[in-house]
């Protein structure tokens, strides 16, 4: 069995039909005997069935997002290489050390970085002093 779209050119109804095959289609389409189920008309003609495309779309976006990962991964893993040789950990303790580098003029060679909650970074950014947010892999060690 195949079913066809078919599709009435005079009243623009569309319906479905079965038929034993192509070929029976084919011979009750010659023999007039397709009409439409609406108005009788014997001008009807299959629809064109768009075949149905293979989304490839969602594995190739996939694959990209995978690639972006590892990219952005490599960037934020240097950039931590960058700030833990360059900047103190100061763990918890952020806001309270940024806080004393802003008020007392606490003299350091390096800049700080550490965990802060984004209520301290809030605060912190009433205060005027800026802090920088960034991305962290917090799969290693400090
Ligand atoms: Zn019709």
Known sequence: MIKYNLCCKKC??????WFASSKEYDKLKKKKLINCHNCGSLNVGKNLMAPKLINKTPKEKNEKNVLNYQKIKKTISEYQKFIKSNFDYVGENFAYEARS?????????KGIYGKASKKDLKELKEEGIDTQMIPWVDNENH
């Open 101 to 109: 580098i802003h008020y007392n003029d606490k003299k350091r060679n």
């Open 12 to 17: 623009d109804l569309n319906f479905d039909s």
